[in-house]
């Protein structure tokens, strides 16, 4: 699995747009436009880590973070859990709603840490009614959201993992074509190996689709899997992410209907990192959600918990930085008691 790695994500250029705007709502045009964008099939890594190596024992946070409005606020309100790896999900690069910002990389530099950013899609224009409050501009200076990796030590190897690439919020057929949103790309995740003081790790950001059944991303998390253990085989693995768990299922959106964790479970997974509690509560954003769930998980194999919790996502000062709230867990490898 090789994926090429950029110290800057090549804009998509005028004639590109013009090319995904006019090109027909259709998976195989999808693919092809999806091909054809050399950001979205590239990482970029940046920032400076402060340690060679983590800790035998460390805490790992995955917090979705909806675009992140406030790179600044988000980065300081991870500082008492003091994690070492943070994955994140739904960060904005070159976004009128977040002022242009490279979010990721701000908050990297506020925490201390290097960083892989990939792409999830390539946003057309400016969004829903709600994100439009905060925008700057009347244009998307690059239109990239998507996933990273935050990590106070170098990051060995990398990989960008699709998926989906058959469009699923871009051709009315399947069912999330969104004309207030219109975008190519589609579900990824990053997978980094670190080195640690017990030898290499890896750990997985993902983002799984919303706007589906648990067919779907039960399918989107068997291919995860797969891919985990293509790139990293035999390594102790640390995944994390809103798996948009119960997203979808009516009446109750229980997330113990999907299947997703018994399958994570057949592959050696456990899933007592993610404490117990739901996740998501009202936000700038998302101002009046009518559900509450429990959507962002860890899930560990070669590890085990020590202990765990959700930072809620409220600032000091009140300010709601996102719908989401963060899960983390201070994890230690594995033993034959544990």
Same mark, same amino acid.
């Given at each position: 699995?090789?994926?090429?790695?950029?110290?800057?994500?090549?804009?998509?250029?005028?004639?590109?747009?013009?090319?995904?705007?006019?090109?027909?709502?259709? &998976?195989?045009?999808?693919?092809?436009?999806?091909?054809?964008?050399?950001?979205?099939?590239?990482?970029?890594?940046?920032?400076?880590?402060?340690?060679?190596?983590?800790?035998?024992?460390?805490?790992?946070?995955?917090?979705?973070?909806?675009?992140?409005?406030?790179?600044?606020?988000?980065?300081?309100?991870?500082?008492?859990?003091?994690?070492?790896?943070?994955?994140?999900?739904?960060?904005?690069?070159?976004?009128?709603?977040?002022?242009?910002?490279?979010?990721?990389?701000?908050?990297?530099?506020?925490?201390?840490?290097?960083?892989?950013?990939?792409?999830?899609?390539?946003?057309?224009?400016?969004?829903? %009614?709600?994100?439009?409050?905060?925008?700057?501009?009347?244009?998307?200076?690059?239109?990239?959201?998507?996933?990273?990796?935050?990590?106070?030590?170098?990051?060995?190897?990398?990989?960008?993992?699709?998926?989906?690439?058959?469009?699923?919020?871009?051709?009315?057929?399947?069912?999330?074509?969104? %004309?207030?949103?219109?975008?190519?790309?589609?579900?990824?995740?990053?997978?980094?190996?670190?080195?640690?003081?017990?030898? %290499?790790?890896?750990?997985? &950001?993902?983002?799984?689709?919303?706007?589906?059944?648990?067919?779907?991303?039960?399918?989107?998390?068997?291919?995860?899997?797969?891919?985990?253990?293509?790139?990293? %085989?035999?390594?102790?693995?640390?995944?994390?992410?809103?798996?948009?768990?119960?997203?979808?299922?009516?009446?109750?959106?229980?997330?113990?209907?999907?299947?997703?964790?018994?399958?994570?479970?057949?592959?050696?997974?456990?899933?007592?990192?993610?404490?117990?509690?739901?996740?998501?509560?009202?936000?700038?954003?998302?101002?009046?959600?009518?559900?509450?769930?429990?959507?962002?998980?860890?899930?560990?194999?070669?590890?085990?918990?020590?202990?765990?919790?959700?930072?809620?996502?409220?600032?000091?000062?009140?300010?709601?930085? &996102?719908?989401?709230?963060?899960?983390?867990?201070?994890?230690?490898?594995?033993?034959?008691?544990?």
């Amino acid at each position: 699995m090789i994926t090429e790695i950029l110290n800057v994500l090549p804009a998509v250029t005028p004639d590109q747009r013009r090319e995904i705007l006019a090109a027909p709502r259709t &998976s195989e045009a999808h693919r092809d436009l999806l091909s054809g964008l050399p950001a979205m099939n590239a990482l970029q890594v940046g920032g400076e880590g402060s340690a060679a190596q983590l800790p035998a024992q460390f805490a790992v946070a995955a917090w979705n973070v909806e675009r992140c409005l406030f790179p600044e606020d988000t980065a300081a309100h991870l500082k008492p859990i003091a994690p070492d790896v943070v994955l994140l999900s739904e960060v904005d690069h070159g976004m009128a709603r977040t002022s242009q910002r490279h979010t990721t990389e701000e908050i990297a530099r506020a925490m201390g840490m290097v960083y892989a950013f990939g792409v999830e899609f390539h946003e057309l224009d400016l969004g829903g %009614p709600t994100e439009r409050e905060f925008c700057t501009d009347e244009f998307n200076e690059h239109g990239w959201h998507g996933n990273a990796i935050l990590s106070s030590v170098p990051l060995d190897r990398t990989a960008l993992i699709r998926l989906d690439d058959h469009g699923h919020w871009f051709t009315p057929e399947a069912g999330a074509a969104d %004309p207030e949103q219109p975008r190519v790309g589609g579900r990824m995740a990053i997978a980094a190996v670190i080195p640690t003081a017990n030898g %290499p790790i890896c750990v997985v &950001s993902t983002h799984l689709e919303s706007n589906a059944n648990t067919a779907h991303r039960h399918a989107q998390f068997d291919l995860l899997l797969q891919k985990i253990d293509a790139f990293a %085989p035999g390594l102790p693995v640390l995944i994390g992410g809103d798996l948009n768990t119960g997203n979808h299922l009516p009446p109750d959106f229980d997330w113990r209907r999907e299947t997703l964790f018994d399958l994570a479970e057949s592959h050696g997974y456990s899933w007592a990192f993610t404490p117990p509690g739901l996740t998501t509560r009202p936000s700038l954003i998302t101002p009046h959600p009518d559900r509450k769930m429990k959507l962002d998980w860890l899930a560990g194999r070669g590890f085990a918990p020590v202990e765990s919790g959700i930072l809620t996502s409220i600032s000091a000062s009140g300010t709601p930085l &996102s719908d989401h709230d963060c899960v983390w867990s201070t994890v230690t490898p594995q033993t034959e008691t544990a």
